[in-house]
């Protein structure tokens, strides 16, 4: 059976809010790419967010340059259930690393250990219980991240 406890090496060695920095920098330069397909999913998730004034993605994939690093911990903030990133960040060092496990995955925390991925994570959790792993929630998706302690 897989273990369903995380790597431990999978989480690094800085705070949630430490590490969300990180990752908005990383996000904020693939924004301002000059390729649309390293660009356009952060600008997707940046409309999805609402934490811009464009109205559609046209619009915002046009502008994109003007997007700020604050718009990034915005965006993060209310994926993680928060108004912004004000309100996220005196609570987010308060909860659990796998908060943001997802974001860990985005950045090649897991990269070399197998994946099963599944539609929700009902489904991955009924299959955990199984066969074992450590479960990443995804968006709407999840992932069994697959290893041996």
């Not at 950045?107 to 792993?133: I, P, S, T």
Request: proline share 3%; hydrophobic share 40%; aromatic share 10%.
């Amino acid at each position: 059976m897989w273990s369903t406890s995380c790597p431990s090496f999978a989480n690094s060695d800085l705070t949630n809010t430490e590490f969300l920095r990180r990752h908005a920098r990383r996000l904020l330069r693939r924004a301002h790419a000059d390729n649309t397909s390293t660009a356009m999913p952060v600008v997707r998730r940046l409309l999805a967010a609402g934490v811009t004034r464009a109205e559609t993605l046209a619009q915002l994939h046009k502008t994109r340059t003007e997007v700020q690093l604050k718009h990034i911990l915005n965006m993060l903030a209310v994926e993680l259930g928060h108004v912004g990133w004000d309100a996220c960040k005196p609570v987010l060092d308060t909860r659990e690393p796998a908060v943001i496990d997802r974001y860990r995955f985005d950045a090649g925390a897991f990269g070399d250990y197998e994946k099963v991925w599944f539609a929700g994570a009902g489904a991955a959790r009924e299959w955990q219980r199984e066969h074992g792993g450590y479960i990443v929630e995804y968006g709407d998706q999840a992932v069994a991240i697959l290893w041996r302690e």
